[in-house]
Every structure is written in structure tokens, then in C-alpha cells.
């Protein structure tokens, strides 16, 4: 059974830091990549960042850029999303998904992915 659980959220006031957690079963890293994504309050569900299933090739979405890290360990099936300098406009539910392939580039878009996790809330506020 494939699974994902995301992890990590919180409040954080602006310029500070988090590290989200998404634990992947049922499948191996080897041979998916792995999206993650972000939906805001009233806003569409748009795509974050990226890792492809060789570990070789990320992608973020330009607002991002510089800021967060994506990184993983195929040991231990786990993704993880740094996040720095955060900002208001980074509030968020915050999502992992497998995607259906190997490769990982922009666009990221959803119906690329088949398994999400749950969730995890950001909330970036003074």
C-alpha cells in the first residue's frame, strides 16, 4: 500500500525556518520522484518542488528559488523540504506526491502525481 505522511509544519515568524518530512511506503525512491506542493487559503493547489527518482535533478518553483531545499535519503524512503527566510506568502498546506514517472521538471502539475499525503500547515506570521 502505497503511503505518504507529511511532517514538520508550524508557525514561524517571518525570515525563520522549517523542515518538512514527507515518509514514503509501498513504493521506493529509486524509482519515483517526488513533488511537493502547496495550497493557500482560496488558492489553487501549485507546485513547489522537486526530486527526480536518480536523486540527480531538482526543480523549484521561482518563488522558492534560493530558499528551499529539497533532499531525500532512498535509505531510509524519506523526502525532506528545507525552508528558509520564510515569508507570510509562504502560508500553506503543505503537500508530498509521488509522481507517476522518474523525471522531475517544471510544470509541475497534479494529475503527474497519483498518491498524496495528508498534509502539513505552515504558517509563516509575526
Same mark, same amino acid.
Given at each position: 500500500?502505497?503511503?505518504?505522511?507529511?511532517?514538520?509544519?508550524?508557525? /514561524?515568524?517571518?525570515? &525563520?525556518?522549517?523542515?518538512?518530512?514527507?515518509?514514503? %511506503?509501498? *513504493?521506493?525512491?529509486?524509482?519515483?520522484?517526488?513533488?511537493?506542493?502547496?495550497?493557500?487559503?482560496?488558492?489553487?493547489? #501549485?507546485? /513547489? !518542488?522537486?526530486?527526480?527518482?536518480? &536523486?540527480?535533478?531538482?526543480?523549484?518553483?521561482? !518563488? /522558492?528559488?534560493?530558499? *528551499?531545499?529539497?533532499?531525500?535519503?532512498?535509505?531510509?524512503?524519506?523526502?525532506?523540504?528545507?525552508?528558509?527566510?520564510?515569508?507570510? #506568502?509562504?502560508?500553506?498546506?503543505?503537500?508530498?506526491?509521488?509522481?507517476?514517472?522518474?523525471?522531475?521538471?517544471?510544470?509541475?502539475?497534479?494529475?503527474?502525481?497519483?498518491?498524496? &499525503?495528508? &498534509?502539513?500547515?505552515?504558517?509563516?506570521? %509575526?
Amino acid at each position: 500500500q502505497v503511503q505518504l505522511v507529511e511532517s514538520g509544519g508550524g508557525l /514561524v515568524q517571518p525570515g &525563520g525556518s522549517l523542515r518538512l518530512s514527507c515518509a514514503a %511506503s509501498g *513504493f521506493t525512491l529509486d524509482y519515483n520522484s517526488i513533488g511537493w506542493f502547496r495550497q493557500a487559503p482560496g488558492k489553487e493547489r #501549485e507546485g /513547489v !518542488s522537486c526530486i527526480s527518482a536518480s &536523486g540527480t535533478t531538482t526543480y523549484y518553483t521561482d !518563488s /522558492v528559488k534560493g530558499r *528551499f531545499t529539497i533532499s531525500r535519503d532512498t535509505a531510509k524512503n524519506m523526502v525532506w523540504l528545507q525552508m528558509n527566510s520564510l515569508k507570510p #506568502e509562504d502560508t500553506a498546506i503543505y503537500y508530498c506526491a509521488r509522481r507517476l514517472n522518474r523525471l522531475c521538471g517544471p510544470p509541475l502539475q497534479l494529475n503527474e502525481h497519483d498518491n498524496w &499525503g495528508q &498534509g502539513t500547515q505552515v504558517t509563516v506570521s %509575526s
